[in-house]
């Protein structure tokens, strides 16, 4: 479990790179479904992703193991599911953090540069690097590729040290429903515990 949530954060911070580096929709899209691969150190994996408006949804499976994240920023929460009925909810207010609070800050600002125009997945594209700053400092910063024949849509994200290279594949626009941001009927919120800042405390008990 806990390396399903180490994958489902590591998702998170590649979407919303791109998400602070295109504004609230991938290259002007608030409404669009894709493949996500992606590559680390600790090896590869693929999810599938739905987004609309600033709704996000990410299912992912590894080694046969199943974990879907509902990010909620109208809500302000984060739903995870990791097997069975259980799911556990995570405020996504905490100090700025959540998506919509990135976007929507004066105080981040986006620097993005042009480096050469490549072809991803048969995509002509051009790649950029960004750097992400927040009151002058820098943040996060890595590259990303526009694909010119998707009104922009980022296909792919490498990190600043090369260590992490996602993919977005198969991109479908349009066609999202709400429902696919909901929790499914019949599950039991699971209670989660008292966590310091960062990854610790113990597993979550269920309601």
């Given at each position: 479990?806990k390396?399903?949530?180490?994958m489902a ?13 295109f ?15 992606t ?9 599938k992703m739905?987004f ?5 949804r990410?299912?992912?499976e590894q ?8 990010i ?6 984060m ?5 069975g009925?259980d799911?556990?909810?995570m ?18 600002k986006?620097?993005k ?8 997945d048969?995509h002509?594209?051009k790649?950029?690097?960004?750097t ?13 590729w526009?694909?010119s024949?998707?009104s922009n849509?980022?296909v ?5 040290d090369?260590k992490m ?15 696919v941001?909901?929790v ?6 699971m209670?989660?515990?008292m966590?310091?800042?960062g990854?610790?405390g113990?597993?979550p008990r269920r309601?």
């Amino acid at each position: 479990m806990k390396k399903l949530a180490v994958m489902a954060t590591t998702l998170f911070s590649a979407v919303l790179f791109a998400a602070a580096a295109f504004g609230a929709g991938f290259g002007g899209a608030t409404n669009y479904s894709a493949d996500m691969e992606t590559t680390t150190q600790q090896g590869a994996f693929t999810s599938k992703m739905f987004f609309k408006d600033t709704k996000m949804r990410m299912e992912s499976e590894q080694r046969g193991h199943k974990s879907v994240t509902i990010i909620r920023p109208d809500k302000k929460v984060m739903w995870m599911m990791m097997g069975g009925k259980d799911y556990m909810e995570m405020p996504l207010d905490l100090s700025k953090q959540d998506i919509q609070s990135k976007l929507h800050d004066p105080n981040v600002k986006v620097d993005k540069q042009f480096i050469a125009n490549e072809t991803v997945d048969r995509h002509p594209a051009k790649k950029y690097h960004i750097t992400v700053t927040t009151n002058g400092k820098a943040e996060k910063s890595g590259y990303i590729w526009e694909a010119s024949d998707l009104s922009n849509f980022p296909v792919k994200y490498e990190s600043e040290d090369g260590k992490m290279t996602t993919v977005w594949k198969n991109i479908k626009i349009g066609g999202v429903s709400d429902s696919v941001f909901e929790v499914p009927a019949g599950y039991k919120k699971m209670a989660m515990p008292m966590m310091p800042a960062g990854l610790g405390g113990g597993m979550p008990r269920r309601r």
